[in-house]
C-alpha cells in the first residue's frame, strides 16, 4: 500500500471512532483549530488541560463552546504537563496532544520514573513528511528523542516505526537504515549497524518489512540515482522509513525537507502508554490535524 499524501491519509482514515484525547497546554489558537477540526471530524474527544479563561475566549472566537467538565484548569507549563499526563494515568485519554509548551517539559512527565506513562524499553520520536517531490508520506526516525542510539535502541526505533506503519495500513513497510556510503566502512559505526539491522530484518525480527542498508538518503528515495550506482534493492527509491544514525541528522532532515523543501509535517512520539501528537509550536493547525488523525488510527 502507498498512501501518497496527507490528503490521501485522510480519505483512508475517515471511518475512525472517536478516541478521547487530553491536550496539553491548550490554550493556544492553531491547537484549538486542529482540535475543534479533529472533534467535528469525529476523530476524538478533547479533554483541553491549561489556563482556563483563555481557552473560553480562543474558543468562543473559534465559534466553539465548551462545557466546564471539558476544560481542567491549569497555569504554567509544568503544571499543564503533570496534569495531562496525570489524566492519562487515569485512564482519561488514549491519546496526548502537545499545545503551547516545549516539547521536553511534556516528555519530561511522559517518562517520569513514579508519575509517567513510559510503557516501552524505548521511547522514539516519528517525523511525517508529505513532501512535494517525493511519491508518498515518509516516516523519518528518531529525530527527536533517542539521542546517539546503539544497535539495540536503534532496533526498538525501527520496530516502532514499522508497528507504526502497519497500524495505517502498510502490510510490509520498506525501511533504510541511512549513512553517509552504501558499505560497511569500520570508521563509520552506523554502516556495520545498518547491516546488522538489515540481516535482523531478514529473520523477521521486526515483523513484515523490508530493511536496507547502509544505504545513502539520495539512493533511497531517487530510483534513478540507484540505477545510475548499480544499487539494487526494492527500497531503492521507494523507501517509507527513513532510519537516522542520530538525532541531529534526523532533526536536520526533517527541518529541510519541512522548511527548505516546502513538505508538511506531522510528529507522534512511541512507546508510551498512549501516542503523543508532537508538533512545533508554530506548526500551522492543519499539520496538528494530521498528528491527531495519525495517533488516532492506532488501537
Known amino acids: ?64 463552546e465548551l462545557s466546564p467538565e471539558q476544560i481542567v484548569d ?7 504537563a503533570a496534569r495531562s499526563v496525570a489524566l492519562i494515568r487515569e485512564g482519561k485519554g488514549d491519546i496526548l496532544i502537545k499545545g503551547m509548551l ?15 506513562i513510559r510503557a516501552s524499553q524505548v521511547m522514539s520520536h516519528v517525523a ?11 516516516f523519518i526516525t528518531d529525530g527527536g528523542m533517542v539521542v546517539a542510539p546503539n544497535l539495540e535502541q536503534k532496533g526498538h526505533i525501527l520496530k516502532n516505526a514499522v508497528d ?26 552506523e554502516t556495520g549497524d545498518a547491516l546488522s539491522l538489515k540481516e ?5 525480527e521486526f515483523g513484515p518489512c523490508i530493511v536496507e542498508g547502509p544505504i545513502s538518503l ?47 509535517m506531522a510528529g507522534v512520539v512511541l512507546g508510551a502508554a498512549v501516542p503523543i501528537t508532537i508538533n512545533s509550536r508554530g506548526a500551522t493547525p492543519e499539520e496538528k490535524y494530521y498528528s491527531i488523525l495519525l495517533c488516532a488510527a492506532m488501537d
Not at 496539553?24 to 469525529?42: C, K
Not at 511525517?128 to 515518509?138: A, E, G, Q
Open 1 to 64: 500500500m502507498v498512501i501518497s499524501s496527507f490528503s490521501a491519509l485522510k480519505s483512508r482514515l475517515q471511518h475512525l471512532s472517536p478516541r478521547e484525547a487530553v491536550v496539553a497546554a491548550a490554550h493556544d489558537e492553531h491547537t484549538l483549530q486542529a482540535v475543534f477540526s479533529a472533534r467535528r471530524d469525529g476523530l476524538i474527544r478533547p479533554i483541553l488541560v491549561g489556563r482556563r479563561n483563555e481557552i473560553r475566549s480562543i474558543a468562543r472566537s473559534l465559534g466553539e
Open 200 to 204: 535482523a530484518g531478514e529473520r523477521g
Open 102 to 116: 516545549q516539547t521536553g517539559t511534556l516528555l519530561k512527565a511522559v517518562v517520569h520514573r513514579e508519575t509517567g
Open 218 to 264: 539520495d539512493l533511497a528515495t531517487d530510483r534513478e540515482a540507484a540505477l545510475v550506482k548499480g544499487y539494487h534493492s526494492p527500497v531503492a527509491g521507494d523507501a517509507d522509513i527513513l532510519l537516522v544514525p542520530a538525532i541531529a541528522v534526523g532533526n536536520v532532515l526533517g527541518k529541510a525537507l519541512y522548511g527548505l523543501a516546502g513538505g508538511q
Open 74 to 80: 491549569a497555569q504554567d507549563d509544568l503544571e499543564c
Open 128 to 138: 511525517i513528511l508529505d513532501v512535494p517531490r517525493y511519491h508518498k508520506l515518509l
Open 164 to 189: 507504526f506503519c502497519r497500524f495505517l495500513g502498510y502490510e510490509r513497510p520498506k525501511a533504510a537504515a541511512l549513512c553517509a556510503v552504501e558499505t560497511v566502512n569500520p570508521a563509520m559505526p
